[in-house]
């Protein structure tokens, strides 16, 4: 697990540590130094941590005009155990959603499992708090759609079908978040 590494891709045009608007303002990071670990496996260093034991993420990109943000996920999703949507909305989405964020896309290929709860408290605050936005949920493992399906969370996170993108690393971050725009445009508004 060490070796899996965020996206870094984007950072000449946004880095997270240096987004004063950014939850992870002022971070610093080492390349050598592993001191975060899930269920005693270290991870790789520039995975940002929001104080839950199995799930951690980074902030790929931000755009403050068209009111998105890009996250990567990492790790095991654990509301039963950890109540880990409490610690991503309190630690990274409220302070986005203050900042006129209310587009979120999530991509989720390195999220290994995930343990539900049917208190969908969170999940139903985020959605709220993004009146004509949106939450995008791209390339989770198909045996966790089942258990977002399984725990109604489909009722907040939009995911499934055609959002799925093999290619994302190749495109530009405006280019997903339009893409994405429209396809839910059509599937919200039809």
Do not use: C
Not at 5 to 33: C, L, M, V
Not at 57 to 78: A, H, P, R, V
Not at 97 to 116: A, D, M, R, S, T
């Amino acid at each position: 697990m060490q070796n899996i590494e965020p996206s870094f891709q984007w950072e000449n045009k946004y880095n997270a540590s240096q987004d004063h608007k950014s939850p992870f303002y002022g971070r610093k990071y080492s390349e050598t130094i592993y001191e975060h670990d899930i269920y005693g496996y270290y991870i790789h260093p520039l995975w940002d941590e929001i104080e839950s034991e199995t799930l951690y993420l980074k902030i790929l990109f931000t755009d403050y005009q068209l009111k998105f943000s890009i996250i990567e996920l990492f790790g095991e999703w654990n509301d039963t155990l950890h109540n880990d949507i409490m610690f991503f909305k309190r630690k990274v989405i409220d302070l986005l959603v203050e900042q006129g964020i209310k587009h979120f896309i999530l991509f989720g290929e390195n999220i290994f499992n995930f343990h539900g709860t049917f208190e969908d408290d969170y999940y139903a605050e985020w959605f709220e708090e993004v009146e004509n936005g949106w939450i995008a949920a791209l390339n989770f493992p198909e045996f966790v759609e089942k258990e977002w399906t399984k725990y109604h969370l489909d009722y907040y996170i939009n995911f499934g079908g055609n959002l799925y993108l093999e290619n994302w690393r190749t495109l530009q971050p405006e280019q997903i978040f339009k893409g994405i725009d429209l396809l839910l445009s059509r599937r919200l508004n039809p």
